[in-house]
């Protein structure tokens, strides 16, 4: 409230404004990250780095296949291909060892996306980049502070991509970030943002390149500059959440979550309490599932649709049924359950309650 009122009250309500920097300076050192460039939301973030890295038509993108849309309409936007790879079953994140079998002369980038707040392995994601030349960008506008290995979420690869939209574990409203240690990839993103003014500031409207105008502007960065503040904060709040979330669904039959194989080197930030649902294991279906929460006052949210399924992307997933398992089985059994970083653990062991509850009863 503070900060937005000073930049009302001053009347710097642009993207021209001391915020503006101030939180990209903030987020950037939070994240660890030399650079930052904010944008008005994550999808043209995305976009925006995919622009920095030069990716044009014709060349082609790995995104995992379980993933918010806009990872794929990005792609679209450049005019390359997304091309799409199953998930693992137990990480819920794109499957590495079914990466190098989509690689082709023609894929110029491999974007995995932190799903739900975990991250993905990178470290045989970056040794595939390297041995065939090409360009990882992460799609963290789930993964605001989470870690692997001991480095964050968006500082480990070329380039990466935020969001901040208002359900995000860190908001603006609406808005996004691209942080890339690479000065090169930090100019090109500016310039792109900004109609490709010319960078140095000379010849002022001559415009070499076709740009855009994806700014973010200083009420909405002022918003940022203290949510980065509190960062540390809020992030405990979500995986204090998660914990007793973990706790209180312990040893249910056929209720799953994201695991990974060495769990000392992931911090998950739990972005949505998500549980998938067997359903011979558990005795009933997701379905019956949400029905029986809603009828106890407790709301949820159905997972994404895979990428092969989607209608606007048929003509590049157009593949046989079955050949994204996990996504399907995942997609069909998954589901969000109260997230909302302000929950106790009252709440949360009530909503347990019930889905044992249930459980026990069928
Ligand atoms: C939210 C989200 C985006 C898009 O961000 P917006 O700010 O809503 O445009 C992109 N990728 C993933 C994985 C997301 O969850």
């Known amino acids: 409230m503070k900060y937005v009122t ?41 976009h925006l780095a995919l622009t920095a890295l030069g990716v044009k038509e014709g060349d082609e993108v790995i995104i995992p296949n379980f993933t918010m849309i806009a ?33 082709t002369p023609r894929t110029k980038v491999i974007m995995p996306v932190h799903i739900f707040g975990l991250m993905c392995d990178m470290d045989p994601i970056r040794d595939l980049a390297k041995t065939y ?53 930090f100019q090109r993103s500016k310039y792109y943002k ?28 002022a918003i940022g500059l203290a949510q980065v503040e509190r960062a540390d904060e809020y992030k405990a709040m979500r995986v204090r959440n998660g914990h007793w979330y973990r706790r209180h669904l312990e040893g249910i039959p056929g209720v799953r979550w994201q695991t990974v194989d060495r769990p000392a080197d992931y911090e998950n930030v739990y972005w949505m309490n998500s549980i998938a649902v067997e359903p011979k294991e558990f005795g009933a279906t997701r379905e019956e599932l949400i029905a029986h929460l809603k009828a106890n006052n407790i709301d949820t949210r159905l997972f994404f649709i895979g990428m092969n399924k989607q209608s606007s992307l048929l003509k590049f997933g157009s593949s046989p049924e079955g050949e994204y398992p996990h996504t399907d089985r995942l997609s069909a059994q998954g589901f969000y359950l109260p997230s909302s970083s302000q929950l106790t653990e009252a709440t949360i062991e009530e909503i347990c309650g019930v889905i044992r509850s249930f459980q026990r009863s069928r």
């Open 6 to 46: 000073e930049a009302m009250t001053t009347g710097w309500i642009s993207s021209t404004g001391k915020y503006v920097q101030g939180f990209e300076e903030a987020f950037a050192q939070y994240t660890g990250v030399r650079h930052a460039v904010a944008v008005c939301n994550g999808t043209v973030a995305l």
């Open 71 to 103: 990872s794929a309409f990005a792609v679209c936007y450049t005019g390359a291909i997304p091309v799409f790879v199953d998930i693992d079953p137990h990480t819920w994140n794109i499957d590495v060892r079914q990466i190098e079998a989509k690689i």
């Open 133 to 185: 030349g090409l360009r990882v960008l992460e799609d963290a506008a789930e993964s605001h502070g989470a870690t692997y290995k001991g480095k964050k979420a968006g500082a480990v690869s070329d380039i990466s991509s935020f969001s901040f939209f208002a359900n995000k574990n860190l908001t603006t409203g609406e808005g996004g970030m691209v942080l890339t240690d690479d000065p090169d990839l």
């Open 194 to 221: 900004n109609l490709c003014f010319p960078i140095d500031g000379s010849r002022t409207y001559f415009h070499e390149d076709i740009g855009f105008n994806y700014r973010m502007s200083n009420l909405h960065a």
